[in-house]
């Protein structure tokens, strides 16, 4: 899998998990400053990437934005 | 397109809650203006929007103007319901209770609430990718060992929020944390809400009841605690017991998509309610309204679909 296949696919789950039209969502998309998303959301995302990569995420630390996320499941799957 | 309406609970005000619609909207302005009457205080002022004491009728006003707006621009409700507190601004929308009679009562249930969690302080935590079961037999087993944890909101059947004391909560996530459930989110909350904690607050809440008049819902308003529509000879008893009883707004949903609902509006700040809904039925189509800008964007959808 190379980035633009994580990215692409944690962009979906990222966007299943708003409310509103898909916004433009970039790596550097902030969770909680540019989504406002509350720390349960990050959560349920952080749920969902578990299931789609099958990889474990202890907590969410260091994880802000879609780059950190899509970076995290690369190294766990490299 | 069958629809169904969503009332917020509290949660998700926001810093300048309404002030958009207050200067657009004739029939939101009506509205406010009547609730600042009823509760003398200036419903538009940022002092008394964020007063924590008033927090739960600004919530409520604001979801019943919000309605006072779409209800004539929407096609009839199938039904609907309102996470806790939402239930009341439901209640008012299905023309069960007036503005006058409910915004006192909301103020007197905030200070019920306050009351009780005075005496018994309370926590309260959401657990992630969890059963009902699991959570159902966690709590009893620490309340077994003597400290006090309950299910309090059964949001989806993966994700159960429990409340209780300090060390109740704390040591259910332990045992959550041995069973490998990793994610045990602690919520910013200082009483457990729907949960046996709040038993002083119910029986205030109780005797407040007694005198007030409710008319027969005139369309379905699905209970958080029965998960059947409220009926006009057990409302008080339903909303006492609400606050002591978990919250199956899990249930509430599958009913509304029973009642054939396929579009669920959430009404009142914030979108917590839509994305539940849309977590637990991905199938229904959802909106929320809370501004000028998101009623515009379901404005717009309306005319597409109408042509």
Redesign the interface.
């Known amino acids: 899998m190379n980035q633009t296949e994580v990215f692409n696919q944690i962009k979906d789950i990222v966007i299943d998990q708003l409310d509103t039209d898909a916004p433009d969502i970039q790596l550097t998309t902030n969770f909680k400053s540019d989504l406002s998303l509350d720390s349960l959301d990050v959560f349920e995302i952080v749920d969902k990437i578990e299931d789609t990569f099958d990889v474990e995420i202890e907590s969410d630390e260091g994880l802000a934005t879609v780059g950190d996320l899509v970076n995290y499941v690369l190294e766990q799957k490299a | 397109m069958t629809i169904g309406y969503l009332f917020s609970g509290q949660g998700q005000q926001f810093a300048g809650m309404g002030a958009d619609l207050y200067a657009q909207e004739a029939s939101y302005r009506d509205v406010i203006d009547q609730a600042s009457d009823i509760l003398h205080h200036d419903l538009t002022t940022p002092a008394v929007v964020e007063d924590p004491q008033l927090a739960q009728a600004n919530i409520v006003a604001f979801s019943v103007a919000l309605h006072r707006v779409l209800a004539p621009e929407l096609p009839a409700p199938a039904a609907m319901t309102g996470l806790s507190l939402g239930e009341y601004s439901a209640l008012v929308a299905a023309d069960s209770l007036d503005l006058a009679t409910i915004l006192p009562l909301v103020v007197d249930r905030t200070a019920y609430m306050n009351e009780a969690g005075a005496q018994r302080p309370g926590t309260m935590s959401?657990v992630?990718?969890t059963s009902a079961a699991q959570v159902e037999a966690i709590c009893h087993q620490v309340r077994e060992q003597g400290e006090l944890v309950y299910p309090a909101n059964y949001n989806t059947a993966r994700?159960i929020v429990i409340g209780g004391s300090a060390a109740g909560v704390a040591q259910a996530t332990e045992r959550f944390h041995a069973a490998g459930i990793?994610?045990v989110?602690p919520?910013n909350m200082t009483v457990a809400s729907h949960t046996p904690l709040m038993a002083a607050a119910s029986r205030s809440l109780a005797r407040r009841l007694q005198d007030v008049v409710f008319e027969e819902p005139s369309v379905a308003v699905y209970s958080n605690t029965t998960a059947r529509p409220f009926a006009q000879l057990s409302l008080r008893d339903t909303l006492v017991k609400q606050l002591v009883q978990p919250t199956r707004f899990d249930l509430c949903l599958t009913a509304l998509c029973d009642q054939g609902c396929d579009t669920l509006i959430e009404i009142g700040p914030g979108?917590a309610l839509?994305?539940l809904a849309?977590?637990n039925h991905p199938d229904l189509a959802?909106?929320?309204v809370d501004s000028v800008a998101t009623l515009n964007q379901v404005r717009h959808a309306l005319e597409e679909v109408h042509g």
Do not use: G
């Open positions: 959401a992630l990718k994700q990793k994610r989110v919520l979108d839509s994305k849309h977590k959802t909106a929320h």
